[in-house]
Nanobody, 124 residues
Framework: QVQLVESGGGLVQAGGSLRLSCAVSGRTFRRDSMGWFRQAPGKEREFVAAISWNFVFTHYSDSVKGRFTISRDNAKNTVYLQMNSLKPEDTAVYYC?????????????????WGQGTQVTVSS
């Protein structure tokens, strides 16, 4: 059974930092490209960041570029999202997602497996 479990969300003041984690089981993690998405209240889910299965490619949305960093640890079957200089508009439920392999062009999606999400709230 495939499971993606996010953790690390919470409440933080504007300008602060959080690190999200997503632990993956039931998959050959080293062969998966991984993405982070978010959904704010009343808005559609949007792409945040992604990293390819072979570490070669990363991609960020313009809204988080320079503030967020995606990384992965294949030994721990975990993908991370380091979020710095957080803004109130970053408030959302953050989801991780997995898909087999894929190159740079595939990092935006679609993804096959999704976690349940973790809430991030940034206060002003």
């Amino acid at each position: 059974q495939v499971q993606l479990v996010e953790s690390g969300g919470g409440l933080v003041q504007a300008g602060g930092s959080l690190r999200l984690s997503c632990a993956v089981s039931g998959r050959t993690f080293r062969r998966d490209s991984m993405g982070w998405f978010r959904q704010a209240p009343g808005k559609e889910r949007e792409f945040v960041a992604a990293i390819s299965w072979n570490f070669v490619f990363t991609h960020y949305s313009d809204s988080v570029k320079g503030r967020f960093t995606i990384s992965r640890d294949n030994a721990k079957n975990t993908v991370y999202l380091q979020m710095n200089s957080l803004k109130p508009e970053d408030t959302a439920v953050y989801y991780c997602a997995a898909k087999p392999m894929g190159g740079a062009a595939e990092l935006l999606g679609p993804y096959d497996y999704w976690g349940q999400g973790t809430q991030v709230t940034v206060s002003s």
